[in-house]
């Protein structure tokens, strides 16, 4: 009998959820493997087992398996293990899981990396995808930001690593993130939980379900509001900030007029207000690594303003000066509709959507109370539909397979703008003529629009070939085929009227001007046609030992460069094309309370996706742009255990090393603290940005009965973990200014609960030791050096109730 995360609290299936190794989506309750909840629904169960539990999914090969069987390495995060360190957002998530990095400079420019590789590190351009696919209840979300809201009403999570191509299609080259929610229940449930901590913060958070007909409807209502003051002060307006207002609501049906036949609707709105993104300074250098003197460089701009005080350059203390206005708010929305049949042999999924995503950002884009750059944003406006049919056969015979087709559509409207404040001449072009420079600048602004849009269509299939009981060989093919096309324009909108200016005058302002920001317009557009697979053999050695290799071959899709582009920079940018190799073990032993997992990697990558960035000799304001390099390269081990020697206490440990580098670029920008050495450098052999090569994390759990409370039994428990990433560097140049220390963060919870989860009641804490950690350093070419950095240490208390 299947028993929920929610209500079975066994410490060997709370360590085991978090560090299996297999694909994602398990069922939610028992089934036929042919029913519709067992071959297409996505949540995350625990099955008893002699001498332990077991964990079923159903993501990797669409029907239920056991998690130790299937040939695939994935962390799967229960609900259960959620709820004990309150992570209900991506960034928190990332902790969990050594091999997932995610760098969030704000919801728009989020980077994605699952072991080195997804994504690269500088900042989004809206023509080009993400290597790490990310989905939730089935449902492919195509730009990241969507995934930067509070998760509502999870049943768990499953972080699926390696090439992931043939079921979930392009732009899985890295992995998948598999968020399910829980589905409507007939049964009347209701949980809620209430917090409140440091900073401001609280956060409430209900879910309610029940049947409307008895086995025919049901519903499910769930919501989230949370906010904190902010972590930063910006001294310029007196304020708080990188606070943040996040509200999501989500309701779903699910009608189920015949035994054979499930309909789920889901319908959410997700709303985030923030007052970021406010950078720090970080440093100030005013030289070259060779001595050599910065010329202009911050500190000699910063002297020419008489009145203005230097800021400090210790970003611990958390004190920024912006004095334009800044914002990272945004809304989603979206509808969806998943259909399983049982068609006896086999079982017919399909899963149709629609999503939007509204993103509003403004910024201060000189991080100062000077009015240089008073605006530099890019608004979004993204709409996507999605529909998959997949038919899947039932488990018991020799050969199992999946085909499906796919289709997607997407398109994202970019709005940017710039502008510039009575400061910005003296600050950029100190040695022109000032009347001539403030009149090109002062009020100075240009738009831009950009329209990437992108239509793809596949079909796949994949086949397990049960050789014989002990040997399994999986192969699996997709064809892609997908077009793109976009615009770009750029144009200006305001500025000084210069018409009592000479014509040379007004010709020298103009050239300013197309200087900072030219006049630019063009579409480009191609079709691409890409053919990924797996091949894996998977060799039962022993009832609980598994040995596993594979195969992948992936496409990352090409590109839109839609932004200032140097000459001779085309705007198309290739696809990725990727060769991953991976050797696995899965095992259980001591009557199965312990688990130990391994998976060995290796993955190169063709034409490789990074950014640029260009400053030509004489140029004040840099372009950043897409381009190909020949090869990258990732490798590594990583590694899973967990044991729970009593049925009370629970350990668990996952550690991955990674050596992500550049096999071939010679022509790489040059590293801002030896631009005066030449524009160009050669990163061939050296790290990838973004990729710690050491990542681990150690946890624990332990519970107790303490006495009876009103009937019920009342019980201690504790949790804590740690987790260390070492350093990083968060430059596309491998700058040394943009260099991350390592850093630890340990968390921590003790409570009380009663046995039936009527009510619990816990104190938290995260960073316990108040660790000051980056998450991203930003080095110019002026030598200054800004921050985002990690939250402070907070702590508080939950209050939950479950019916």
Known sequence: MFRRFATAASPLALAASLFAA?????????????APSATASSAIADIPAEGGEAIVVTASRRRDENVQDVPVAISVIS????????????????????SLQVITYNARNTNINIRGLGSNISLTNDGLENGVGFYIDNVYYGRVGLAQFDLVDLQGI?????????????????GVINVTSRKPSFDPELSAEASIGNYGFYQFRASGSAGIFKDLLAVRLSGAISEND??????????????????????????????????????????????????????????YDNGAVIANNWAQRAARFPGYVLPSFNAFDRVGEADSHYQSNMAGYGVSGEVNWNLGNAALTSITAYRWWGWNPANDGDSTSLPIVTKAQQANRQRQFSQELRLASRTGGSFDYVVGAYYFWQIVRGYGASRYGPAAALWNLPTANQTIAN???????SNSTSTPETKTFAVFGQTDWHVTDALTLTTGLRFTHEKKEGAYNQFWVDGADISGFTAAQQAAINAIRTQFNPVTSYATSFTDNSLSGLVTLNWKVAQDVNVYGSYSRGNKSGGLNLSVLPVGVEPDVKPEKVDAFELGLKSQFLDRRATFNAAAFWTEISDYQTTITDLPAGAVVGRQYI???PKVRSRGIEGEFNIAPTDSLSFNASATYTDATYVTYRNAPQAFERQNLGAVQDLSGERLPGVPKWAWTVGADFSTPLTELGGKELGLYAHADYAYRSNFNTSASNSAWAQIPGFGLANGRIGLRTDDGFWDFSIWARNLFDKNYYVSLGAANTGVVTAQLGEPRTFGATLRTKL
Request: net charge negative; aromatic share 8%; proline share 5%.
């Open 439 to 445: 009149a090109a600048l002062d009020g100075f602004e």
């Open 79 to 98: 609900a259960a293990t959620l709820e004990k360190r309150g992570d209900y957002t991506l960034g928190s998530i990332s902790q969990q899981v050594p």
């Open 230 to 287: 902010g972590f930063l002060w910006n001294k310029t307006t007196n304020t708080r900030a990188q606070d943040y207002l996040n509200t999501s609501i989500r309701g779903q049906l699910l009608f189920t007029p015949d035994p054979d036949l499930e309909i789920r609707v889901i319908g959410d709105y997700a709303k985030q207000k923030q007052n970021h993104v406010l950078n720090v300074f970080a440093g100030l250098h005013t030289t």
């Open 158 to 174: 499953e972080v699926l690593r390696g090439p992931q191509g043939t079921l979930f299609g392009k732009n899985t080259t890295s």
């Open 22 to 34: 297999a694909p994602a989506l398990a069922a939610e309750e028992a089934a036929d493997p042919a």
């Open 627 to 629: 381009s190909n390099i």
